[in-house]
């Protein structure tokens, strides 16, 4: 079935590098996609959304581009802190008459080196 | 402060017992989830509810009950039916369905 899911599992940055999350999806009718983070043994918390309508957005250190030719999200983290250090989920809406279904990928845990 | 509230943090069961997690919330949101989560995972969506005494099955929903008496409030019961109960549970509440959800802290259910 449709499924999002993420490019790379773990990623270890540099405190004060740039990191950068990737996510394919493959429903081409999402048209909402959520960016969470998730600490240790907490409930995930939201970043950054956009609609299918937008390319990119930002927010406070963060960035989301948002590719809809080859179905492909990404989340930009300026100057990684040790507070970035968390799983990051992104999340794609498939909406529909009567329906609704938040679907999420595995996550990618985010280590930043200090 | 406004916020969404699960208790108890962390439960512990015996096996072929119901148990049921709580979730509160004081956003004035009209939708309501739940979700499990387990090591390594996503989450998965158990229940949702898009208004008070409505309810939908999600994609896991088998050995789950839930209701919506009121709209702060949508406790889930883990039943005995259940295969494998054990896992973190998440409750989040958004706006609208499709708006952006609020998640809990999670309760760690442990089903020894």
């Known amino acids: 079935g449709e499924s999002v899911g993420l490019h790379l599992p773990t990623l270890s940055v540099q405190e004060g590098d740039n990191s950068i999350i990737n996510c394919a999806y493959s429903?081409?009718?999402?048209?909402?996609f959520i960016w969470y983070k998730q600490e240790s043994g907490k409930g995930p918390q939201f970043i950054i959304d956009?609609?299918?309508?937008?390319d990119k957005r930002q927010g406070q250190r963060v960035t989301v581009l948002l590719n809809k030719t080859v179905k492909h999200l990404s989340l930009q983290i300026a100057a990684t802190q040790p507070g970035d250090s968390a799983v990051y989920f992104c999340?794609?809406?498939?909406?529909?008459?009567?329906?609704?279904?938040?679907?999420f990928g595995k996550g990618t845990k985010l280590s930043v080196i200090p | 402060d406004g916020g969404i509230t699960q208790s108890p943090k962390y439960l512990f069961r015996k096996e072929g017992q119901n148990v049921t997690l709580s979730c509160e919330q004081n956003?004035?949101?009209?939708?309501m989830y739940w979700y499990r989560q387990d090591p390594g995972q996503g989450l998965r969506l158990i229940y949702y509810?898009?208004?008070?005494?409505?309810?939908q099955k999600g994609d896991i929903a088998e050995g789950y009950s839930v209701s919506r008496e009121k709209k702060e409030s949508f406790p889930l019961t883990v039943t005995s039916a259940q295969k494998n109960p054990t896992a973190f549970y998440l409750c989040?509440?958004?706006?609208?369905?499709?708006?952006?959800?609020?998640f809990g802290p999670g309760t760690r259910l442990t089903v020894l």
């Open positions: 429903n081409s009718a999402s048209d909402y």
């Open positions: 509810s898009q208004i008070v005494n409505d309810f």
């Open positions: 989040a509440s958004s706006r609208g369905l499709a708006d952006e959800q609020f």
């Open positions: 956009i609609r299918s309508n937008m």
């Open positions: 999340a794609e809406t498939l909406r529909g008459a009567g329906s609704y279904q938040l679907t």
């Open positions: 956003l004035n949101h009209d939708a």
